[in-house]
DNA sequence: CGGTATCCTGAAGGATACTG
DNA sequence: CAGTATCCTTCAGGATACCG
């Protein structure tokens, strides 16, 4: 994982405004690292993990998303193989979601964290309360 | 981890605007969750994984962060008890920033997921040429 | 050096209405 | 049902200036 990138040695005085295409041009992983651990992507995978969803269901499942971002993230998750989309054309329309073996593997590795992170909060919370009263 | 929430049973017509903080309360992992994935805690983890750094070190090494969003993240993960803070009373000013065991473990997880991801981009790169001609 | 304070803009994201 | 389109608000985050 590239996380610098010398950019002081080949551009002194680039546009600060381009730097962001910059580092995703030098380090393009960023980019769908961020796809996989955006807000409704990580919730997303976790959800299709343990089976398919269509979209309304699916919606239900993570608690919060609106149709927009959850469209938004499916489309995004789908163009980078993450995710299958099978419409299919029935009236009503029924389209159901599920995880691509790649997918399966984000997913394993994302829901890995959110397993963590469960279990670490006792001690994060501990943390923040001796940081507050300090 | 618990994506979904009842939130329709108890509160039909809750205001809108109050999801996140009913979500957030339901799940508390959710938000420790994005602050390990946010865009600049995932980085700043994955640097502070190799050795310690001291803040402008780490501002090259974390290409592309402003201080703003430097400090601003650096104190949340040390508020969540991630990242040891040192300041070094001398002049000019020193501060180390280091991974506490329970930022090892986050930080190791987060590192996963990007050496996964590095690894996946062809075939990421690929699903996205299928996707887009067509 | 290692920040904090302030201002400001662009992008993320929610609400609503509409469509195949 | 499964979206798309539109409008509007909020907020992440950059630029700049200043301080111990």
Redesign the interface.
């Known amino acids: ?1 590239k ?3 010398p ?2 040695a080949t551009a002194p005085a680039a546009p600060l405004a381009a ?2 295409d910059v ?1 995703d041009r030098m380090c ?3 980019g ?3 796809h ?4 409704w992507g ?2 997303v995978l ?2 299709l993990r343990e089976r398919g969803y269509r979209f309304s269901e699916l919606r ?5 998303v609106s149709e927009k971002m959850l469209a938004q993230t499916l489309q995004t998750l ?4 993450f995710v299958l989309r099978e419409a299919h054309p029935v009236i009503p329309p029924r389209v159901d979601y599920s995880l691509t073996p ?1 997918g399966e ?2 997913a394993d ?10 279990r ?2 006792p ?6 309360r ?3 009263s300090r």
Chains 1, 2 share one sequence.
């Open positions: 994982m996380v610098s990138t950019l002081e730097i962001g580092t393009p992983s960023r769908v690292l961020e996989v651990t955006s807000r990580v919730l976790i959800a239900r499942a993570v608690a919060g789908e163009r980078d193989g790649l593997q984000a590795l994302v829901g890995g964290l959110g397993r963590w992170v469960e670490a909060l001690a994060v919370e501990a943390a923040r001796a940081y507050d």
